[in-house]
C-alpha cells in the first residue's frame, strides 16, 4: 500500500532539476582565471619578492632594486591601472595589511643577520597561476 511518507522519502532522493540559465548564475570564473587579474599577480609577486631579496642588500643594485619596490608598496596613487592601491583592491587585498607586514617582516629581517633571502614560493610549470612552496631539501641533494 502506498503512502504519502513513502512519497517524501522519494522526493528526498531525487535530484534538483536546474535549467542552464540556473546554473550558470551559481557558477562564475575564478578570479585568476582573468588575464588581466594574473598579470596583476604576478606584478604583485614580483614586488613583494624584490622587497624581500633586496631589503637587506647593502650593493647599489640591490638598493635601487629594494627602494623602487618600496616606493611602489608605499605610494598611495591609483591614478593608473597597475598601482599598488588598484592591484590589492582587484586581488582583494588590505594593502594597509599588506604593507604593515612587510614593514614588520623588513624590522625583523635587519634585526637578525642572516646571509640570503630565498624566496619561498615557485611557479609550477604548466598551471601559470599555481603557486608551490619550494622544497629546500631537493635543493641539497641536487
Known sequence: MYSFA???????????????????????AELVDQPEVRLMLAVMEDAVATYQRYATDSGRRGRRLFEEAQDWIMSSDSSWPYSFENICHALHFNPDSLRSGLEEWRAA???????????????????RHSISVRDRHLKQSA
Open 6 to 28: 513513502d512519497d517524501n522519502v522519494v522526493r528526498m532522493f531525487e535530484p534538483d532539476l536546474i535549467t542552464p540559465d540556473q546554473y550558470r548564475d551559481r557558477v562564475s
Open 109 to 127: 629581517r635587519t634585526s637578525h643577520a642572516s646571509p640570503v633571502y630565498r624566496f619561498p614560493f615557485r611557479r609550477v610549470n604548466g598551471r
